[in-house]
Nanobody
Framework: QVQLVESGGGSVQAGGSLRLSCAASGRTFRSAAMGWFRQAPGKAREFVAALRWSSTIKYYANSVKGRFTISRDSADNTVFLQMNSLKPEDMAIYYC?????????????????????WGQGTQVTVSS
């Protein structure tokens, strides 16, 4: 079993920055890709960013491209989401997820059903 624990959420003003972390643990952690999703109140959960673990190829939702950066520390099995120039519409619960299945297409990892493990989520609040 794999456990994912997010941290780093909080409250910031528009234009500010936050850095989310997702620590993965468990027996023989092996992941083809890691992703971040978010869910705002009253809305469906949506894809934010994904990273192929072996090659660090990255993929972003258009809404965050140029403002958010996904990265990883393989030594600690930790994935990060650096969020800059935050907007009120970025306010949501952010979830980290791990996918076991490998795909050549990074677009594959935009679908939440492709992920096998999920964290509990961390709240990000952005005030205008």
């Amino acid at each position: 079993q794999v456990q994912l624990v997010e941290s780093g959420g909080g409250s910031v003003q528009a234009g500010g920055s936050l850095r989310l972390s997702c620590a993965a643990s468990g027996r023989t952690f092996r992941s083809a890709a890691m992703g971040w999703f978010r869910q705002a109140p009253g809305k469906a959960r949506e894809f934010v960013a994904a990273l192929r673990w072996s090659s660090t190829i990255k993929y972003y939702a258009n809404s965050v491209k140029g403002r958010f950066t996904i990265s990883r520390d393989s030594a600690d099995n930790t994935v990060f989401l650096q969020m800059n120039s935050l907007k009120p519409e970025d306010m949501a619960i952010y979830y980290c997820a791990a996918a076991i299945q490998y795909s050549n297409s990074m677009a594959y990892y935009t679908f939440q059903e492709k992920y096998d493990y999920w964290g509990q989520g961390t709240q990000v609040t952005v005030s205008s």
